[in-house]
């Protein structure tokens, strides 16, 4: 799913503390993500950096060093935790190339809990590899009383990929469906929205158009280990500014970001990643509510799991339109793999030159 291990960015050259003090207060939500967070030798300091000058901060990590994370979370224990999995044992092992990295993410999120967090999970992300996994995987995590985050593989520059697509679009959209009823037949309202999410999923699964348009570059931002400010991390082209070398408000409200916005509102992609469709689905006059078309589909659906009445996704979601790809390459497991050994970290700004990084 993703190249960032193959191109590890160099420590003395990664953003510093210091270029992180510049980024204003007043944030909704900021993720600190990688490559892997806890490689990091300041992860402390940058979250309490970064703490103050937001509603919500979270860790994206494959929790695989929990020496790490626990100090975090017992400083801050309403810090967001997601701990990347793929399945069960086998599956997630296999997938991430992880050698008894499943063990260690359970063992890892009992510690966490253990150490008094109140906002951990698990995050997932739909492959025709895992997609008959995932709704156990989620009952699991509820039976562990932890969140569950999901996307589906898809390309951009960050990952030094481009080439991430389904192998049969419409079985793994289908295997969404059952997650979506899950979530639907709780008393957890979060649940209940986290399913319209993951109906946003399906369409992008198949290759159609978005549900709501991009906010990228407005709503959200992607600052690199540069300190490169981009709307997004699949577009490379969409680069808006340097935190090092300029302050934010110079970077957001500048010439250059009305530019890049103007390129985001005709944007051909079809993403739907966490950060996105959050914010694309936000009502656009109270920023905590969802939007009314959203409310109502999830009113709707929660009522048809009351009643016991089937939901017909065929409704929302045309499966007679399939996009097809051509020549998807078989994806390998780096199990053991050499090639993990020896890897140069990059000391300049650096991106595995793929062509277009496109989602369909």
Known sequence: MCYIWKNPTHPDYEIDLRTLEKLPGGF???????????????????CDTLYPKTRKLEISTNGLHIEALEPIVKKYPDIKIRISIEGFEFTNDRIRGEKGGYKKKIDAMNRLMNAGGTDLGFATTFQDENIEEVVDLYR???KLDVEFATSAIHNGFQFHKNDNFMYDRLKVAKGVENLIFDMLNTWSVKAWFRAYLNLGLISKILGHDRLHPCTQGTDCVFVDPWGDVYACNVRNDLLMGNLREQPWDEIYKGEVARSVREKVAVCPQNCWMVSSAKTAVRNKHFAQLPKVSVMRWVAVNKLKTIFGVPIHFSKYVDYSIVHRDSNVPVRVSFLDNPEKKNLQPQKSRHYTQLGEYFNR
Do not use: F, Q
Request: glycine fraction near 10%; charge should be negative.
């Open 28 to 46: 909704d939500y900021l993720n600190i993500t990688g490559g892997e967070p806890t490689l990091r030798k300041d992860l402390m300091e940058i």
């Open 140 to 142: 699991y995590s509820k």
